[in-house]
């Protein structure tokens, strides 16, 4: 079965939590394939999520889409609704495997953590891409 190899897109969905246990789902959005980490920014009007995309891939598989690459989305945030809105396309870098990505404490700039380099065989380094 190939269906993890050609899934779809992400989610990032916004629940209320309610005491009583009964929680509402207030909105959803699409993000990258394969979200793997987020962040809500400190001012709570953006997220930020890593997506792997399919850089799990090995090599060998030259032939699936989105391998050689992954991606950030940035997701706008209403904090009085919780309403979700996807801003603009992904944001594409090199680097495979993104872990996780954060806001600094102004909500300028990001940080996202790259585990290694695409054809590197035995991954011997990371790095964190810093965006601004």
Known sequence: DLGAIFNGKGK???IKFNPSGNHDIISKTKVGLSPEGFDLSPDGNYAIVANMRRTYGPKAFWFVPARTGASLSLVKV???TGILKTLGKEYLFEGVLPEDAIF?????????????EQDELFPTHGWLDLWN
């Not at 600094?104 to 290694?116: L, R």
């Open 12 to 14: 990032l969905v916004s």
């Open 78 to 80: 209403d904090p009085e």
């Open 104 to 116: 600094d404490t102004e909500s300028n700039s990001i940080a996202v953590a790259v585990y290694h």
